[in-house]
């Protein structure tokens, strides 16, 4: 029973540790003969090749991220990261990993990127017999064993999700050429301007408060839905703002232009105004705004905007280049709307299947807050035997 366990201050828990040479991120080798620790999420982090930077472990330990609040279970040589990591040395009588996973649920503030070591002072570490940390970490091991294998099942189910709507996609627009030509009209390859209008966001001057309001609303790369809608929730800009802004008719598809996700694509079923960072193109007659849509997801219009983005710093599609990408089409307003709702179809499955899977690997992780919560509670164990 926890109301048996000894408890001892987190100071009281661990031994003064002889930190070796810490090194700076910049400086990580995508190869080498030591792995590296840092306070990333990730296990390891760089390898390095100077043994006399090897911390040497006698005895296994714990990692902790002063800024991330990573908790790393660590028994073999490593070289250490710069900054932020501390290590933990369990006094005896106090298992490695029986600390670790406690360290792991112990109720630490989320300080942001301050450092939170200094909060590990104000906890106590529960100090049951050997045996019984022994049996909850073998119990924990193996629970988060099969949690890992399930959430690895997931992960790969949600991949393949993924991988199946973009195959669809894929096979959808490649089936342009001689073959197609008898195909109500037939296939044809044309520029954005030719098929629509093709425009630039811009953004009033923030520092004038009466720019923004709720007239309108004004559509930044964060408000794109992975369905491909818009959140329109946000933020707005006024009458006088909209003077200032450049409207984009209903029906029109938005593309992100500039930076990591450029490439990134949605659709607007109301009148909207955009950011600089995002183009607009609506479509003329003869053309389904939706099927648009679907063409400027497909890879093929994709590797257009990464090869027309190149830039020494920062990728950017402006409006010259935005107007001169191409998309493949049907003629006939019937083909087009025939593959949207063949799409419309496939994404509706494919979205359900992603909840599902989502919704299990947030099952997992609160599986594994539970059992850490009941490890250090005394539940875990009830019941079974105890060595005094």
Not at 137 to 146: E, N, S, Y
Not at 184 to 189: A, D, L
Not at 243 to 264: F, H, N, P, W, Y
Not at 300 to 320: E, G
């Amino acid at each position: 029973m926890i109301e048996s366990w000894k408890f001892v201050s987190f100071e009281d828990a661990i031994k003064k540790v002889t930190y070796t040479n810490k090194i700076p991120r910049k400086k990580f080798l995508d190869q080498g003969v030591y792995p590296i620790i840092s306070q990333e999420a990730a296990f390891t982090n760089g390898y390095w090749n100077e043994e006399e930077d090897v911390f040497r472990v006698e005895s296994p330990l714990v990692v902790f991220g002063d800024h991330t609040k990573v908790v790393k279970h660590i028994d073999f040589d490593f070289v250490l990261g710069a900054d932020g990591v501390k290590l933990l040395m369990p006094v005896d009588g106090l298992d490695s990993r029986f600390f670790a996973y406690f360290l792991r649920n112990a109720p630490i503030r989320d300080l942001g990127y301050a450092r939170h070591y200094r909060l590990l002072k104000e906890i106590e570490i529960p100090l049951p017999p050997i045996p019984e940390q022994q049996r909850i970490v073998a119990i924990l091991d193996q629970a988060f064993a099969d949690i890992e294998k399930a959430r690895a099942n997931a992960e790969q189910n949600l991949n393949n999700a993924r991988e199946l709507f973009d195959s669809y996609l894929t096979r959808t627009f490649s089936q342009s050429g001689e073959e197609n030509q008898d195909v109500m009209g037939g296939w044809k390859t044309e520029k954005l301007s030719n098929l629509g209008i093709t425009q630039t966001g811009s953004t009033p001057k923030t520092t004038v408060k009466e720019n923004f309001g709720s007239a309108i609303p004004f559509v930044k790369p964060a408000d794109f839905q992975p369905n491909g809608l818009i959140d329109y929730n946000n933020d707005g800009l006024s009458e006088k703002g909209l003077a200032e802004s450049r409207l984009v008719k209903q029906d029109s598809v938005l593309m992100v232009c500039i930076g990591a996700t450029i490439g990134k694509v949605g659709y607007t079923s109301v009148n909207v105004t955009t950011n600089q960072q995002i183009n607009s193109f609506t479509p003329y007659q003869g053309m389904l705004t939706k099927y648009c849509y679907y063409a400027m997801l497909n890879n093929d219009f994709h590797r257009q905007v990464i090869y027309n983005s190149s830039q020494a710093t920062l990728p950017i599609i402006n409006k010259s280049k935005w107007s001169s990408l191409e998309i493949k089409y049907p003629s006939s307003i019937y083909e087009q709307q025939r593959i949207i709702d063949s799409l419309d179809k496939l994404s509706d499955k494919v979205q359900q299947l992603k909840k599902s899977y989502q919704y299990k690997l947030e099952s997992l992780d609160e599986l594994k807050k539970s059992l850490l919560q009941k490890a250090f509670s005394g539940e875990l164990t009830k019941g079974e035997g105890r060595t005094a």
